[in-house]
């Protein structure tokens, strides 16, 4: 059953769209990252023009994170004050993101800046993964119990001035160091269309030393706030949002993301992760792909501009 | 939600409304419409009966949510003898052609090239081959493709050889969206004097009031020509959207970011009751 959409101006199957939406909501479920990372670039292989497929994607992400944000909140796991300051990062990194994304899209670059920007921050993202869950068997196998690390490790950063008290995460850290996160992920957001979970959630745990109980529940809340930032300015200044779009990828996600989580519950995490690790790879190789392959036609249309 | 729900509400209840607005802007040419009058006619018209009568099976193409292309019936009568052409032209609008090149080892736009008055579509079908008509003189005219894109206009003037190369990668990226369709239509005609033609459209149609004219050609001479408007666009939920999106981007952006909190709360609490 096809649908024409109307911001893409193009029909699409039905149900390739609620598959997508359904694929990514799978991931928020096993993962607890939302998936845009995966249904992007799946959106822009079908054939949504790019600025389409990130500024819708950019709207489901927000309905994804709602729901997820709801049981995390009900349970006390969001670290409101680092999430504040997270935030303060991540909307000037979003708005500042969308303006970068206008000024590319006009000068013909986007495709080729989402392209390159996906293919360096998944195969990083996917080889660190890979690495680290293939340790962890590896040690599992020789100690089964594991040692009891510390905390968190010290370095540099955490002698960087403007400290603050995060009660919650049990942290005393400069506060420049969550609001440089929080744009960079926001930056990372409006030209990707993605959360950015699957940057924040690790760089939370390992970079700011965050109690992992709130990571969840506390990029969730930046990230809603950021996707709605991102939708609201790029409907504002492209007008590239398709709710049409959005509506499917959301019902899709909300069925999605329940099988998702009862599938996690029953896999270990090491597994969970090298399966996440070898799908992000996967998306990574693809992309990278396109970009050296001799593409079959040169040439491309830009937006048409009727004068008046 | 209340809110959303009128808002919704409002929007139905406007687009019987919209679609009347495009109506009215465009000249009514009913069955048997006057000659252009830009055409000079190389043949008086008998009075009383015109020569050509030519009508469209919809007034208009309408995108609604299933739609997918559709091919439209042009059909009409002549006077014989004489053959018939029909030329579909979408609105000129500026395009920007983008050429991708090697660039240390990737693949990225570094070509680009604009072009003024470039028409969105361009069809043409005829009752006898093409070529074979316009080489009796009607070519000044009746443009082929070719012909017609050799007068779009280079924003910024380069070489003619390298003009040569976009325009063709311009016909290229067209022709994939079948907006240039790469066959000439055929013109049948039936009892020597009626006759019809089909008018493919694909799926990705720019909107705009595309121009259906119809040529009467004797001794490869224009006899007289009828030019009907056929006005392209998105009707009811896909129209109020775009047109929502456009001019109030803001409120829209609004209106999608609560869409996506209501339904991601209540898929969130729904399925986690299952």
Known sequence: MEIYLPIAEQSMNVFVLFALGGAAGLLAGMFGVGGGFLATPLLIFVGIPPAVAVASQANQVIANSVSSLQVQWRRGNVDLRMGLVLLLGGMIGSSAGVTLFTWLKAIGQIDFVIAVMYVVLLSSIGLLMLFESISTLYKRRRNPTGPRGK???????????????????????????????????????????????????????????MPTTVVIGTSNFQILFVAANVTFLQAATNGTVDIVLALLLILGGVVGAPIGSRIAARLPGVVLRALMAVLVLGVATELLFELLRTPPSAYSLGPREVLP | ???????????????????????????APGIGAAPDS??????????????????????????????QGESLLLFGMFDPPGEIVVVVQGPPARETVLRKERFMGLWLNTGRQRFDDVPAYYFIAASAPLQRLLARGAGGEILSLEDRLSTIRPV????????????????????????YPANFGQVTVQAGRLF????????????????????LLRDGKIVTAVSRPLPVGKVGFNAELAGWAVVDGPLYGVGAIILALVLGWLGGAVMRRL
Request: net charge positive; glycine share 6%.
């Open chain 1, 151 to 209: 905390l968190h490790t010290h370095y540099l950063v955490h002698r960087l001035p403007w400290k603050m008290r995060f009660y919650k995460s049990k942290l005393y850290i400069s506060a420049f160091l969550p609001i440089t996160l929080g744009f960079l992920i926001g930056i990372l957001s409006a030209i990707l269309g993605v959360g950015g979970g699957f940057v924040l959630v690790p760089a939370m745990i390992y970079l700011l030393g």
């Open chain 2, 1 to 27: 939600m209340r809110r959303l729900g009128l808002l919704l509400l409002a929007l139905v209840l406007a687009a019987p409304a919209w679609a009347q607005r495009v109506e009215q802007p465009l000249p």
């Open chain 2, 38 to 67: 830009s055409l000079p006619p190389s043949v008086p018209n008998t009075p009383g009966m015109p020569e050509l009568i030519v009508d469209l099976s919809s007034p208009r193409l309408s995108i609604t949510s299933a739609f």
């Open chain 2, 156 to 179: 910024r003037p380069r070489s003619p050889a390298r003009l040569a190369e976009f325009r063709q990668g311009l016909v290229e990226v067209k022709r994939r969206e079948d907006l």
């Open chain 2, 196 to 215: 019809r033609a089909e008018l493919p459209f694909p799926s990705r149609l720019p909107e705009g009031v595309y121009d259906v004219r119809t040529y």
